[in-house]
Antibody
Framework: QLQLQESGPGLVKPSETPSLTCTVSGGSISDSSLYWGWIRQPPGKGLEWIGNIYYTGSTYYSPSLKSRVAMSVDTSKNQFSLRLSSVTAADTAVYYC??????????????WGQGTLVTVSS | QSALTQPPSASGSPGQSVTISCTGTSSDVGAYDYVSWFQQHPGKAPKLIIYEVTKRPSGVPDRFSGSKSGNTASLTVSGLQAGDEADYSCSSYAGSNNWVFGGGTKLTVL
């Protein structure tokens, strides 16, 4: 049974560059039909797609966040990571990692981590 | 790309049906059948309940159904139950390896 678990700093100061990691268990991050994504949800608001990464390291970022986002993958640890630079209070959100399964004709985010809250405050 | 548009709230009585809309553009919802719906209970992670517009993952009751017309996708919950009270969000592929989500709809079972 696939499980995803986010880990992160919890509280960060404005202008910092926090790093979040998603650990995948119960499956291989190197499956050729899978992508791995980050989605966030500010308190009381909707979901926002941040970006996806493939096990080869190919990345796909939201145009609105592209200038501040960097994703990486470590296949040896079955992990992928997110770095978000120059954070402000507007980046306060629950950050989810998710599996994007493209094994059939279509793709869907079918497995999600429990989420980790990142609060930006001085 | 802009977020998909959903009504902020919807409601229905037990046993009734309720439909939630998700409006995008000809570049996302209207262009691809990669529309998904997620159910999210308070403090929990989103759970996929509909994908490819109309398909249900294993274990999701057939009380949940999806459809699409033009740039608008819809989720219908039939035979409402107390446990259906949750937030529902849609998502769509938007081309060029981009994805977009809706703002979410809070479903209340009266």
């Amino acid at each position: 049974q696939l499980q995803l678990q986010e880990s992160g700093p919890g509280l960060v100061k404005p202008s910092e560059t926090p790093s979040l990691t998603c650990t995948v268990s119960g499956g291989s991050i190197s499956d050729s039909s899978l992508y791995w994504g980050w989605i966030r949800q500010p308190p009381g608001k909707g979901l926002e797609w941040i970006g996806n990464i493939y096990y080869t390291g190919s990345t796909y970022y939201s145009p609105s966040l592209k200038s501040r986002v960097a994703m990486s993958v470590d296949t040896s640890k079955n992990q992928f990571s997110l770095r978000l630079s120059s954070v402000t209070a507007a980046d306060t959100a629950v950050y989810y990692c998710a599996r994007l399964d493209c094994s059939s004709v279509t793709c869907r985010f079918d497995c999600w981590g429990q989420g980790t809250l990142v609060t930006v405050s001085s | 790309q802009s977020a998909l548009t959903q009504p902020p709230s919807a409601s229905g009585s037990p046993g009734q049906s309720v439909t939630i809309s998700c409006t995008g553009t000809s570049s996302d919802v209207g262009a691809y059948d990669y529309v998904s719906w997620f159910q999210q209970h308070p403090g929990k992670a989103p759970k996929l309940i509909i994908y490819e517009v109309t398909k249900r993952p294993s274990g999701v009751p057939d009380r949940f159904s999806g459809s699409k017309s033009g740039n608008t996708a819809s989720l219908t919950v039939s035979g409402l139950q107390a446990g259906d009270e949750a937030d529902y969000s849609c998502s769509s592929y938007a081309g060029s390896n981009n994805w977009v989500f809706g703002g979410g709809t809070k479903l209340t079972v009266l």
